[in-house]
Protein backbone atom coordinates (compact mmCIF):
# COMPACT_ATOMS: atom_id res chain seq x y z
CA UNK A 1 0.00 0.00 0.00
CA UNK A 2 1.53 3.27 -0.84
CA UNK A 3 2.08 6.23 1.55
CA UNK A 4 1.00 9.62 0.37
CA UNK A 5 2.73 12.60 2.83
CA UNK A 6 2.46 16.08 3.80
CA UNK A 7 4.12 18.45 5.11
CA UNK A 8 3.08 21.48 7.40
CA UNK A 9 5.22 24.15 8.70
CA UNK A 10 4.99 26.79 11.50
CA UNK A 11 6.32 29.47 9.21
CA UNK A 12 6.50 32.12 11.99
CA UNK A 13 9.16 29.67 13.31
CA UNK A 14 11.09 28.55 11.38
CA UNK A 15 14.66 30.51 10.20
CA UNK A 16 15.44 29.40 6.78
CA UNK A 17 18.29 27.19 7.65
CA UNK A 18 17.67 24.88 4.86
CA UNK A 19 18.87 21.72 7.05
CA UNK A 20 15.90 20.18 6.09
CA UNK A 21 15.89 20.30 2.10
CA UNK A 22 18.86 18.13 1.54
CA UNK A 23 17.50 15.24 3.68
CA UNK A 24 14.36 15.19 1.50
CA UNK A 25 14.54 11.93 -1.05
CA UNK A 26 11.75 13.51 -3.25
CA UNK A 27 13.18 16.94 -3.46
CA UNK A 28 9.73 18.37 -2.66
CA UNK A 29 11.04 21.12 -0.08
CA UNK A 30 12.08 24.55 -1.42
CA UNK A 31 12.91 27.82 0.71
CA UNK A 32 9.59 30.01 -0.34
CA UNK A 33 10.32 33.53 -1.94
CA UNK A 34 8.24 35.38 0.97
CA UNK A 35 9.39 36.13 4.42
CA UNK A 36 7.91 35.30 8.29
CA UNK A 37 7.26 37.87 11.35
CA UNK A 38 10.95 37.45 12.21
CA UNK A 39 12.14 38.26 8.35
CA UNK A 40 13.13 34.84 7.44
CA UNK A 41 12.82 33.12 4.12
CA UNK A 42 10.74 29.60 5.32
CA UNK A 43 10.60 26.40 3.36
CA UNK A 44 7.16 25.12 2.24
CA UNK A 45 6.35 21.79 0.02
CA UNK A 46 6.59 22.85 -3.44
CA UNK A 47 5.39 19.47 -4.95
CA UNK A 48 2.69 16.42 -4.33
CA UNK A 49 5.34 13.74 -4.22
CA UNK A 50 5.96 13.71 -0.49
CA UNK A 51 6.50 10.03 0.87
CA UNK A 52 5.86 11.29 4.65
CA UNK A 53 9.22 10.12 5.43
CA UNK A 54 9.74 12.20 8.02
CA UNK A 55 13.65 13.29 7.35
CA UNK A 56 12.91 16.96 7.69
CA UNK A 57 10.61 16.51 10.60
CA UNK A 58 13.72 14.63 12.51
CA UNK A 59 16.65 17.09 11.03
CA UNK A 60 14.29 20.78 12.15
CA UNK A 61 16.85 22.04 14.62
CA UNK A 62 13.73 24.04 15.83
CA UNK A 63 10.89 21.36 15.47
CA UNK A 64 8.59 23.54 13.22
CA UNK A 65 7.76 20.77 10.91
CA UNK A 66 4.49 18.40 11.27
CA UNK A 67 4.80 15.26 8.53
CA UNK A 68 1.21 13.60 7.95
CA UNK A 69 0.81 10.19 6.49
CA UNK A 70 -2.64 9.29 4.27
CA UNK A 71 -2.42 5.59 2.61
CA UNK A 72 -3.73 5.83 -0.72
Do not use: L, W
Request: proline share 4%; net charge positive; aromatic share 4%.
Amino acid sequence: MAVKGKIVVDTEKCKGCQVCIPVCPTEVIEMSSMVNGKGYHFMEQVRENCTGCTNCAVVCPDGVITVYRVKV
